[in-house]
Each structure stands twice: as structure tokens, then as C-alpha cells.
């Protein structure tokens, strides 16, 4: 139990364009997730938390506009990279909250972004 | 707020011994969560153990146990009888009891050698 999926897991885009990540929980159903970048051999920087149905909450220093993200359901969240520049290549995980096991966050295999 | 703190960027066991990793943390709370998760060269994120801060027995899960020392701030993970699978990045990571976030450390990176 308790699997949370992304989708790609590998992207690569040309500068300018958007792109989207989706995460999925595919077991549960979670009010709450999270999304995450993190650069090779470095730590988890959170960079907004998604509630289902209400506006995501961004970390300071996250643009809002630049990194869209939408709860729509108890189990999806997606997360839209607008206008990627080289600089927005990252990893990218998502993780979700199980709503029965609130101190538990599940993590996704996480979405590799390489913008040329 | 809250930090936490892995002193150990790398580390190397051989396997079939046993390793500890270190974790402090600063935090004015009383009740809290602790977690150890691993990062293997996959780069899934694996909850390894969970500690409530709330209660004085050290989590075990197999291999893995924990010493936590509430009043040193301190959360250290002891992999006992290390396996070439377990080489990964470990975090260690807070949250508090009704948090929404998790805190997490620089981590450290586990290598097992045969």
C-alpha cells in the first residue's frame, strides 16, 4: 500500500515551453501533497504544499506563477512548469499525506527535467 | 524553527557490519515526529523507521534501529549487518506533531563495500 506515482519520470523540453508533472496516490487518498526539488547529491528543498480543492502554499522564494500547481483531487496533483529555462533543470518529487496516517509522507520515484 | 543537522556527508561500512549515521535537531517542541529515509542511486525515497517523540522506546524495523536521545536532541540510525543494498543516501527529517512540512537534514551517503 501507500503508492504514489509521477508521470514522466524523464522529460527533456526546449526553453520556453511548459511542462507538467502529475502525481498520483494510487492507494490512498491524500488531502495533502508536497512538492520538492533537489539538486544531485543534495538535500529535499520543499517548494509548495498542495491542498486538495484550495490554492497550493508556496515556500518563500518559490515563484507561484513560474511553478503552477493544481489539486484538483484526492489524488492527483500537478505541478506545471511555465516558461522553463535552463535554470528549472532539476529532480523534481512529489509526495503525498495519507489522510488515515497523517505523519507519514509517501514519496514518488520523483520526474527528471532537462531543459535545453 | 526547526533544523536538523547530519554531521557525516560520507560514509563507508563493509558489509555484513554495522554502521551508525548521526542526526541532531533544534527544536523548542515537545511532541514530535522523527524519520529516517533512504535514497538509493534510484532515487526513490524510502521511509526506513519513525520515531514519536513521545514515546521513550527506540523504533526498530529488522536491521534498522534508532538511538534517540530526547534531551541531546540527538537521532541516530544503526544499520546492523550491512548489505550492498542498503548503499544509499540517508535523511534524517522532523516534523512537528500536528505539522504539515517536513524538516529535512544535508544527508549522508551511505557506501557499502563488499
Known amino acids: 500500500g501507500a503508492v504514489v506515482s509521477q508521470h514522466p519520470s524523464w522529460v527533456i523540453c526546449k526553453s520556453g515551453t511548459s511542462v507538467k508533472i502529475e502525481c498520483r496516490s494510487l492507494?490512498?487518498?491524500?488531502?495533502?501533497m508536497f512538492w520538492y526539488r533537489q539538486f544531485p547529491k543534495q538535500s529535499l528543498m520543499l517548494m509548495a504544499t498542495?491542498?486538495?480543492?484550495?490554492?497550493?502554499?508556496?515556500e518563500q522564494g518559490v515563484e507561484k506563477d513560474k511553478f503552477l500547481i493544481n489539486h484538483a483531487s484526492l489524488t492527483l496533483s500537478t505541478l506545471t512548469v511555465t516558461s522553463a529555462h535552463p535554470e528549472d533543470s532539476s529532480f523534481y518529487i512529489c509526495?503525498?499525506?495519507?489522510?488515515?496516517?497523517?505523519?507519514?509522507?509517501?514519496f514518488g520515484p520523483g520526474t527528471r527535467l532537462l531543459v535545453l | 524553527a526547526q533544523t536538523v543537522t547530519q554531521s557525516q556527508p560520507e560514509m563507508s561500512v563493509q558489509e555484513a557490519e554495522t554502521v551508525t549515521l548521526s542526526c541532531t535537531y533544534d527544536?523548542?517542541?515537545?511532541?514530535?515526529?522523527l524519520f529516517w529515509y533512504k535514497q538509493p542511486p534510484s532515487r526513490q525515497m524510502i521511509l526506513v523507521i519513525r520515531?514519536?517523540?513521545?514515546?521513550?522506546q527506540n523504533a526498530t524495523e529488522n536491521r534498522f534501529s534508532v538511538n534517540f536521545q530526547k534531551a541531546a536532541k540527538s537521532f541516530s540510525l544503526k544499520i546492523s549487518d550491512s548489505q550492498l543494498g542498503d548503499t544509499a543516501m540517508y535523511f534524517c527529517a522532523f516534523m512537528t506533531l500536528y505539522g504539515n512540512k517536513l524538516v529535512f537534514g544535508a544527508g549522508t551517503i551511505l557506501r557499502v563495500k563488499s
Open positions: 498542495s491542498n486538495e480543492g484550495s490554492k497550493a502554499t508556496y
Open positions: 492507494d490512498f487518498q491524500a488531502t495533502t
Open positions: 520515531q514519536e517523540a513521545y514515546k521513550q
Open positions: 509526495s503525498a499525506r495519507d489522510g488515515g496516517n497523517v505523519e507519514t509522507q509517501y
Open positions: 527544536t523548542s517542541e515537545n511532541n514530535y515526529y
